[in-house]
């Protein structure tokens, strides 16, 4: 199977659990417009609903291959006794070109979700030809620059290298570096600690033999404005709760579109 290829820059959006079936149907019908010709958009753009909403999502997203749809975890086996629990397989099935992989929603309790965890998921998904979008980034934080991103390198680093080790060399990859600090806050994460931390993860990742396509993101309270101060060391951006607004996520994209 042919690994599926990734534009240079992406935004996305996750739409969690804060969306019902009405308003996730809205939602991606308002994107799918907002992307319609005479648009000419060439920025990746892939929203992450609910589950229960894939199916009536591709549905609606048929004749917009421009936007991506993705799910927001799956297992690791592809079928089996395993109740609660979502296939990949099925994931493929419904149309899905990504996964999202090892939120900090998903590595902290309830649910625990190790490094190892998290790169057999994302074998899985590269298995069933879609491409893991992996959530990176460090707990700990530090108010003086050098040591936050020392600090932020070192946490980030085995979460990064389990995944290139589990996936094939010719995989793409999508990484999402989001300090959990910076999650749900006022403001994101400034964009030297930002520029630092991705340029040593990229330096890190060029060191693995035979590493193919791999973009890194920025999430974490990232909002109109924070693209501009970035875009010269990430490949996009991964937006939560500010872009479930239609019109702030419309906003983000023209400012990617335009620079």
């Known amino acids: 199977m042919k690994p599926p290829t990734l534009p240079e820059r992406l935004v996305g959006v996750n739409l969690k659990m804060y969306f019902d079936a009405p308003s996730t149907t809205a939602y991606i019908t308002a994107i799918a417009r907002f992307v319609a010709p005479p ?20 549905d609606l997203l048929d004749m917009t291959p421009q936007v991506i749809l993705g799910a927001q975890n799956c297992h690791a086996e592809d079928s089996g006794a ?3 629990e979502v296939s ?20 902290r309790a309830p649910f ?35 040591e936050g991103v020392g600090i932020a390198v070192r946490e980030c680093s085995p979460q990064v290298m389990s995944v290139l080790r589990a996936v094939p060399g010719d995989a793409p990859i999508i990484f999402a570096y989001e300090p959990v600090w910076a999650i749900g806050a006022q403001e994101p994460a400034s964009a030297d600690h930002v520029l630092a931390v991705v340029k040593s993860l990229k ?8 590493r193919a396509d791999v973009r890194i993101l920025y999430g974490g309270s990232a ?3 924070t693209w501009g101060t970035l875009k010269e060391g990430v490949d996009g951006l991964f937006l939560g709760r500010f872009a479930h ?4 996520f419309e906003r983000v994209v023209r400012e990617v579109e335009e620079s």
């Open 223 to 225: 909002k109109p404005g």
């Open 112 to 146: 625990n979700e190790t490094d190892e965890v998290v790169a057999t998921k994302a074998e899985a998904v590269v298995r069933n030809g879609m491409i893991p979008l992996v959530c990176i980034g460090e707990k700990s934080r530090s108010g003086i620059m050098s």
């Open 245 to 248: 607004d239609v019109g702030n």
């Open 82 to 84: 395993y109740t609660g």
């Open 203 to 210: 330096q890190l990742i060029g060191t693995v033999e035979e």
């Open 39 to 58: 648009a000419s958009i060439s920025t990746g753009i892939f929203i992450l609903p609910a589950y229960p909403c894939l199916a009536s999502a591709s």
């Open 88 to 107: 990949p397989l099925m994931l493929k099935q419904l149309g899905c070109r990504v996964v999202c992989l090892g939120h900090a929603e998903r590595r």
